[in-house]
């Protein structure tokens, strides 16, 4: 193996290292990142490789499973595993890792990577990593025969074989640079950014690249640009040699001395950006943490006189770069070194939906269909009416409750009723069933959630659901003028209980208070009690037979309800007899009967009394 000491006196030994990737080359991405991964998966397609290029996905403390993908326009399945060691047993064939770590965890896991016998690449994407870790990943690497790309770096790309993450940007960038199969031209530079802007430019005036390095541009990349030029200098078909460098540093000397010592013969363009600092009058500190001169050496004007004395091809600008590797291009295909890479039109990749809508591509129907709110602007809006709106107007949970369920702004006298039908039907006590299960679900040690779900699953008919039967029976006997006599009496025929009437404690002579504040409620402000003037006559006869045979608090609020949307003058009859078949006055229980069944669940919690007894420890077994 051949090795150039560099000014620091590192020892370069990458150049027998030859191609990093080929159209085999798998990968293990870590720490998982959708769109990357995609990025890359389309590349290959486009590419033609037969396998997609990523073989599994690290995400730290998973337990398994997989990420679906499309790989062209079929969905396929990457697994997940949790550790690297674990990627590394299973997919022993995958050599590089591609770290998308934060800088904070970066260096653990590549070198974690590193150590893995099957690892020969580690690129490190993460920008920020302390200089200490990035000189231990150095050293291990170059000790071990690895390499490191990074950090601070997008990657990089074998033309028509592979590419790490988000290298070479979009799909249309992509084939713009003829990236989809390989050209004649080994390029390396310091920026990612810049990468896709001379991907473009050797495109134009080459066949465009064979493969293309970003080192990263922290002060001590993992491997540099010398490293990646004497690898060129060894793969048959690299042809020419585009090298971007920037000011700050003394890695472009290196490969100076390269060129000096003709380890590298192929024709070098090169160019170190930077030139505009000799106008500022004090040091300026450009985007990579390397870019900023310690001294003239450091200068750009300094590094392209040195490039240029040592033999490469230096422009007199940024501006002639293109035509300067137009001209090197032009003439070694002149003399037959390169024959240049047929053309062809790579595989249409399919576009991504939501790309696709965005740009009106295609039009694709709707999942769900919600017409009581909306999320897409600046505020939230229920039924069109925004936060703001609402605030403003002193919104209650009446008026939430009138736009959510029945889209109306319903006038202040119907939304306080609403909030009167909460607040009277919040708790019923902790004896009923769902008060019951939550209580003895809370002292069983299981979350909030749970408890509250245990109380809502008793509501039914005979806890809560009669809200909506007594609405829907009185409304079909009043609207036929049926007399409250024939329909009980036609009620007791059909087996059927009265929706609405009876209770185990208040009778005739030990009325409601709740019933009674509901009444004297709607009487005043409503426009018309004709269900619940229906509901009472109903009651006088069923009071005949028992004295518990009262109008209750369900019966009277699903009677109320009848009243409020006939009455109100925003409803048609269809209307209102859609909100009695859909179950909405039974919603309404649920809501208030939640506030009362959470209050007894974070009681018990407080109380933090063990388990009672079950009922069925005190049942008589008999034979």
Not at 516 to 540: C, M, N, W
Request: net charge neutral; glycine share 10%.
């Amino acid at each position: 193996m051949q090795r150039v000491q560099s000014p620091r006196g590192r020892a370069y030994g990458l150049s027998a290292v030859g191609q990093l990737f080929s159209k085999d080359t798998q990968a293990i991405f870590y720490n998982w990142k959708q769109l990357p991964v995609q990025r890359m998966l389309d590349f290959d397609f486009l590419c033609g490789r037969k396998t997609p290029s990523v073989a599994v996905i690290v995400q730290p403390g998973s337990g398994g499973g997989f990420q679906k993908l499309f790989f062209g326009q079929e969905e396929i399945a990457i697994p997940q595993v949790g550790t690297i060691e674990e990627a590394c047993e299973m997919f022993p064939k995958a050599d590089v890792l591609i770290n998308f770590a934060s800088y904070r965890s970066a260096f653990e896991s590549s070198m974690e990577a590193l150590r893995q016998p099957t690892i020969r690449v580690v690129a490190v994407i993460a920008e920020g990593v302390p200089e200490r870790d990035t000189k231990q990943l150095i050293a291990y690497a170059r000790d071990n025969n690895k390499v490191v790309i990074g950090p601070a770096t997008v990657g990089g790309v074998q033309a028509g074989a592979f590419k790490i993450g988000d290298a070479a940007g979009t799909l249309d960038n992509i084939v713009a640079c003829k990236l989809y199969r390989p050209g004649s031209v080994g390029f390396v530079s310091k920026s990612g950014g810049m990468s896709n802007e001379l991907y473009n430019v050797i495109a134009r005036a080459a066949d465009g690249i064979f493969e293309g390095i970003a080192i990263g541009g922290d002060a001590f990349p993992g491997s540099t640009l010398s490293d990646h030029c004497l690898r060129y200098q060894h793969i048959p078909q690299v042809k020419m040699i585009v090298v971007l460098g920037e000011i700050g540093g003394r890695d472009e000397y290196s490969l100076v001395e390269a060129l000096n010592a003709g380890r590298i013969t192929k024709p070098v363009v090169a160019w170190v950006s930077g030139t505009c600092a000799k106008l500022f009058k004090s040091e300026v500190q450009f985007g990579h943490a390397g870019a900023k001169s310690g001294g003239d050496d450091e200068s750009a004007q300094a590094k392209n006189a040195a490039l240029a004395a040592a033999g490469a091809v230096v422009p007199d600008s940024f501006e002639s770069l293109e035509g300067t590797i137009r001209k090197v291009y032009d003439q070694l295909v002149g003399e037959g070194v390169i024959c240049p890479a047929p053309e062809f039109q790579p595989p249409q990749v399919p576009m991504d939906l939501d790309h696709a809508k965005k740009t009106g591509k295609v039009r694709a129907p709707t999942h769900i269909v919600s017409t009581i709110c909306d999320d897409r602007g600046e505020e939230p809006t229920y039924c069109g009416v925004s936060m703001s709106e609402l605030m403003e107007a002193d919104a209650n949970v009446g008026d939430a409750i009138g736009l959510l369920w029945f889209k109306r702004r319903l006038p202040r006298y119907a939304t306080k009723f609403i909030e009167m039908c909460v607040v009277l039907c919040a708790d019923h006590g902790p004896c009923v069933s769902g008060a019951h299960n939550t209580i003895v679900t809370a002292r069983a040690g299981k979350d909030l959630i749970s408890c509250l779900v245990s109380g809502l699953l008793t509501i039914g008919p005979r806890f809560g659901g009669a809200i909506d039967d007594a609405a829907r029976y009185f409304k079909q006997a009043c609207d036929q003028d049926q007399d409250p006599d024939e329909f009980v009496e036609m009620m007791k025929r059909r087996g059927i209980r009265v929706p609405g009437i009876g209770h185990r404690i208040k009778s005739k002579d030990n009325r409601d208070k709740r019933v009674e504040l509901l009444q004297r409620y709607a009487r005043k402000h409503f426009p018309s009690t004709r269900y619940l003037d229906y509901a009472i006559s109903v009651e006088g006869y069923t009071l005949q037979k028992a004295a518990n045979l009262v109008l209750n608090v369900d019966g009277c609020i699903g009677a109320l309800f009848l009243d409020l949307l006939s009455s109100v003058g925003m409803f048609t009859a269809a209307e209102v007899q859609e909100v009695v078949d859909v179950g909405y006055l039974n919603g309404l229980f649920v809501l208030a009967r939640s506030i009362g069944l959470i209050g007894h669940a974070l009681d018990q919690k407080r109380l933090q009394q063990p388990l009672f007894r079950y009922p069925w420890d005190e049942v008589l077994y008999t034979k």
